[in-house]
């Protein structure tokens, strides 16, 4: 799904007469010197050595060597392999575990292989005390899915802001995941922990602004803040920027989108009247939004390879924008499958929808070979008894060899 069509093409008579002589040898080992101890791997290639095997087989598919073996199989989760990509999602419980220790609908992370097709729980983040509640629903407010702020930068996953039980800051430092060690560590602690702000991201720097804390506070509101990931950790921290000219954008949960040098955003999807604002990061100063990029954003945009889209919460329509006209054109018709979407990730040539109820995800090819034909859609259901809050495209994650 998210790996290249190439990969996925059914194996030639060729392929297939050597996969059943690779199968036949993948049992046999490789003694290997560590130190002063021997020890056993399994063979990749009868007669090669095991670095070299490495080399010719890091050219293949991975959903092709996947099906072969064992060895084969761990062999492209290894770090000897290049990493794939591999959707991940934020997702919630229908209904809370009895026995969990958040008495609520806490939200978590799985990600989804495409070539094994299964889902995968992440690692449980670290905590710094009472076990980390993500609240996404809560009894008071049946009918309202709280939000849970994720954003991606530099290849990790990053959780910036969610709520706990008694709607307070969950998050006193950003968490972040990186999915070929398949750890989390905390980014820097955050001047002001909030909720229901404004998150992005552009290049290696994460941004975040506006919102609220414990208790409603104006600087806070209007506040924009950066951190830099491309620095050594011991020299992490978040910088001040221009703050915004008002607090308008504290009152929703807001994905800034990294478009351009730029950082875009609306304070309200769907067709509702709003109000737009853009960041310009390297001149670190606020501007008005395009007349004609504010009118045509009505539902969840994100950005890949330069190109903004957006769908239409109303039509389920999906159009992306053309900065030259300042217009956004329509590039896949309405469609069922899109109308209501919550949110959006875009990446690696596809568009991934989250549905207005949150039970599938829509995958549109949106690449440049899909141009001169007929669109492709992928459903993909969440594992039973969740729902989808967001999702993100990243390289997969590094799994234990024994998961394989």
């Not at 609240?135 to 709520?163: D, E």
């Not at 002001?192 to 702000?197: A, Y």
């Not at 509101?221 to 620095?231: P, T």
């Not at 604002?277 to 395009?290: L, R």
Request: aromatic fraction near 10%.
């Amino acid at each position: 799904m998210l790996i290249n069509h190439s990969h996925t093409s059914f194996p030639t008579r060729a392929e297939t007469a050597s996969m059943e002589s690779a199968k036949k040898h993948c049992k046999n080992k490789d003694i290997a010197i560590d130190g002063n101890n021997l020890q056993t791997e399994p063979v990749l290639i009868p007669g090669l050595p095991n670095h070299l095997a490495s080399l010719c087989l890091a050219n293949l598919p991975p959903s092709l060597l996947y099906r072969v073996c064992i060895s084969w199989r761990r062999f492209i989760y290894s770090p000897n392999f290049p990493p794939f990509y591999s959707l991940y999602a934020l997702l919630a419980p229908t209904s809370p575990a009895p026995d969990s220790a958040c008495q609520f609908h806490s939200a978590s992370f799985f990600c989804f292989d495409p070539v094994a097709w299964k889902w995968r729980s992440l690692p449980s983040p670290p905590t710094s005390g009472a076990p980390l509640c993500m609240l996404s629903r809560h009894p008071s407010y049946i009918s309202r899915i709280l939000p849970v702020q994720s954003i991606t930068a530099s290849g990790h996953l990053l959780l910036i802001a969610a709520n706990t039980h008694n709607f307070l800051p969950a998050l006193s430092h950003p968490l972040v995941f990186n999915p070929l060690s398949s750890k989390w560590s905390f980014g820097p602690p955050f001047t002001s922990p909030r909720r229901w702000c404004v998150t992005g991201s552009m290049d290696s720097s994460v941004y975040v602004a506006s919102g609220t804390g414990a208790q409603y506070q104006r600087d806070v509101a209007r506040s924009l803040e950066r951190w830099d990931m491309s620095k050594k950790e011991a020299e992490w921290m978040w910088e001040t920027r221009t703050a915004c000219k008002d607090a308008k954008f504290s009152r929703e949960a807001i994905e800034a989108i990294g478009y351009r040098g730029k950082l875009c955003m609306v304070n309200i999807k769907g067709r509702a009247l709003k109000e737009g604002a853009v960041y310009n990061i390297s001149m670190n100063k606020w501007e008005q939004m395009p007349r004609g990029m504010l009118g045509g954003w009505t539902g969840p945009a994100a950005m890949d390879d330069q190109v903004m889209y957006v769908v239409d919460q109303e039509t389920g329509s999906l159009s992306r924008y053309d900065p030259e006209n300042d217009c956004w054109e329509e590039f896949v018709g309405p469609s069922n499958h899109l109308k209501g979407a919550q949110h959006i990730s875009a990446g690696r040539g596809k568009v991934c929808a989250v549905s207005a109820d949150g039970a599938k995800i829509f995958v549109v090819d949106v690449s440049a070979s899909a141009i001169a034909r007929p669109r492709n859609f992928w459903i993909l259901e969440p594992p039973e008894g969740m729902e989808v809050i967001a999702v993100h495209i990243l390289p997969r994650m590094s799994i234990h060899q024994s998961s394989c």
